[in-house]
């Protein structure tokens, strides 16, 4: 008997039925199945029971419609598989990988009733197999986008997190006056992922506001990515949050976050008090403000917003206040005291110095006509009772 006869014969005897079929190896008869597979250790055998577990865990609160999954295994499996297609010649054959793949998709799928979708599932798992045929697993969800808007009734709530750089005494000080020092981002953050199970929210704000201001009108849209998100169902009863004077509303769902900031407009009023006392007609030349662009210093750079009108409100003394339309992104304190540059401004206008003492958003409206649909989309992810298990 030559080498590769021999080899044949060997591995031929010792590969479980998947291994030898796949070889293309005709079936035997009348011989016991070998106590190890030659290639794969008998991981074959052990699908159904991979498949179970896998199914145990999805049904542990994962909302999913697609998925898609992937294996490593020992590359001794590939390896000796390989080591055998050589020896022997075989060519063209499916490889272990992929045929271990293919059946357990099949199962899952089959006993999941859901569809596998290569491009962007729904939820993603990621198996590792080991020598022993021991194996592991990580379920991640894709994350989900919701498009959402706050209004903010209450003033002296921060809209962002005081940032990374919290001392562990700060982060104590900060728990201590919990009360009064959440922040939106800290309640809405808590609230989606209350909602969706998720991980943790990443914020894409569409403008910003102080602490003291309030949010009004038809209130601010934003988006919030949530990573993790085991439910990923929103429907509309439980998509609305009302506490501490934030109302939040979650308006539609999607995967992708806009590629380029939104373009947006507001309407500020601006609570702004000046060095002397002020009358009406003093204060009718700020109109000729309207339909100006406005160039000011943001950090390092400068920046410009067009300002489409200015209405003046109620004067009281020193104190007055107006209604500025513009372009999202003007800073309103910059254009009230010009202490920065800013030009032109409002003090420099009035030839009187004035300061902003407060400044609230009465609208805010996106000029992206995408954008719109985004946030005016109903929400129509809707599931079947099935797809929903
Ligand atoms: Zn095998």
Same mark, same amino acid.
């Given at each position: 008997?030559?080498?590769?006869?021999?080899?044949?014969?060997?591995?031929?005897?010792?590969?479980?039925?998947?291994?030898?079929?796949?070889?293309?190896?005709?079936?035997?008869?009348?011989?016991?199945?070998?106590?190890?597979?030659?290639?794969?250790?008998?991981?074959?055998?052990?699908?159904?029971?991979?498949?179970?577990?896998?199914?145990?865990?999805?049904?542990?609160?994962?909302?999913?419609?697609?998925?898609?999954?992937?294996?490593?295994?020992?590359?001794?499996?590939?390896?000796?598989?390989?080591?055998?297609?050589?020896?022997?010649?075989?060519?063209?054959?499916?490889?272990?990988? =992929?045929?271990? *793949?293919?059946?357990?998709?099949?199962? &899952?799928?089959?006993?999941?009733?859901?569809? !596998?979708?290569?491009? @962007? +599932?729904?939820?993603?798992?990621?198996?590792?197999?080991?020598?022993?045929?021991?194996?592991?697993?990580?379920?991640?969800?894709?994350?989900?986008?919701?498009?959402?808007?706050?209004?903010?009734?209450?003033?002296?709530?921060?809209?962002?997190?005081?940032?990374?750089?919290?001392?562990?005494?700060?982060?104590?000080?900060?728990?201590?006056?919990?009360?009064?020092?959440?922040?939106?981002?800290?309640?809405?953050?808590?609230?989606?992922?209350?909602?969706?199970?998720?991980?943790?929210?990443?914020?894409?704000?569409?403008?910003?506001?102080?602490?003291?201001?309030?949010?009004?009108?038809?209130?601010?849209?934003?988006?919030?990515?949530?990573?993790?998100?085991?439910?990923?169902?929103?429907?509309?009863? =439980?998509?609305? *949050?009302?506490?501490?004077?934030?109302? &939040?509303?979650?308006?539609?769902?999607?995967? !992708?976050?806009?590629? @380029? +900031?939104?373009?947006?407009?507001?309407?500020?009023?601006v609570s702004i008090t000046a060095e002397r006392?002020?009358?009406?007609?003093?204060?009718?030349?700020?109109?000729?403000?309207?339909?100006?662009?406005?160039?000011?210093?943001?950090?390092?750079?400068?920046?410009?917003?067009?300002?489409?009108?200015?209405?003046?409100?109620?004067?009281?003394?020193?104190?007055?206040?107006?209604?500025?339309?513009?372009?999202?992104?003007?800073?309103?304190?910059?254009?009230?005291?010009?202490?920065?540059?800013?030009?032109?401004?409002?003090?420099?206008?009035?030839?009187?110095?004035?300061?902003?003492l407060s400044f609230d958003i009465m609208d805010?409206?996106?000029?992206?006509?995408?954008?719109?649909?985004?946030?005016?989309?109903?929400?129509?992810?809707?599931?079947?009772?099935?797809?929903?298990?």
């Amino acid at each position: 008997m030559d080498l590769a006869s021999h080899l044949e014969l060997k591995n031929y005897v010792s590969l479980c039925k998947e291994c030898r079929n796949r070889q293309g190896f005709i079936d035997r008869k009348n011989l016991d199945e070998p106590n190890e597979c030659f290639i794969c250790n008998n991981l074959m055998s052990k699908l159904g029971t991979i498949s179970n577990s896998l199914v145990t865990r999805l049904s542990d609160g994962y909302e999913f419609r697609t998925f898609q999954i992937g294996v490593s295994l020992p590359s001794s499996y590939i390896e000796r598989e390989d080591n055998i297609r050589s020896r022997l010649k075989i060519k063209g054959r499916n490889s272990i990988k =992929n045929q271990f *793949l293919l059946s357990l998709r099949e199962m &899952l799928k089959h006993t999941l009733l859901k569809e !596998i979708d290569y491009v @962007s +599932p729904d939820l993603r798992i990621d198996l590792v197999i080991n020598e022993k045929n021991e194996f592991f697993f990580n379920i991640i969800p894709t994350p989900i986008v919701l498009a959402c808007k706050y209004l903010k009734k209450r003033r002296g709530i921060a809209q962002k997190n005081k940032g990374l750089a919290d001392t562990r005494n700060q982060i104590l000080e900060k728990d201590s006056q919990r009360e009064n020092s959440f922040s939106l981002e800290e309640v809405i953050s808590e609230y989606l992922k209350q909602l969706t199970s998720g991980v943790k929210v990443k914020f894409s704000w569409i403008g910003g506001e102080d602490k003291e201001s309030l949010v009004l009108g038809k209130g601010r849209p934003f988006f919030a990515e949530v990573i993790g998100a085991k439910r990923r169902v929103v429907t509309e009863h =439980n998509i609305s *949050l009302k506490e501490n004077g934030i109302e &939040l509303y979650v308006l539609s769902v999607s995967r !992708i976050l806009p590629q @380029s +900031p939104l373009k947006f407009d507001s309407t500020t009023r601006v609570s702004i008090t000046a060095e002397r006392l002020v009358s009406i007609k003093d204060l009718e030349c700020l109109t000729s403000l309207s339909g100006r662009t406005i160039w000011f210093r943001n950090k390092k750079k400068i920046i410009r917003k067009a300002v489409h009108s200015i209405k003046v409100g109620k004067i009281d003394g020193l104190n007055f206040v107006l209604d500025v339309f513009a372009e999202g992104g003007l800073h309103i304190k910059q254009f009230v005291g010009g202490k920065e540059y800013c030009e032109p401004n409002i003090s420099t206008i009035l030839g009187l110095k004035c300061e902003c003492l407060s400044f609230d958003i009465m609208d805010v409206w996106l000029r992206d006509r995408h954008a719109l649909e985004v946030f005016q989309r109903p929400l129509s992810v809707k599931m079947s009772v099935n797809e929903m298990a």
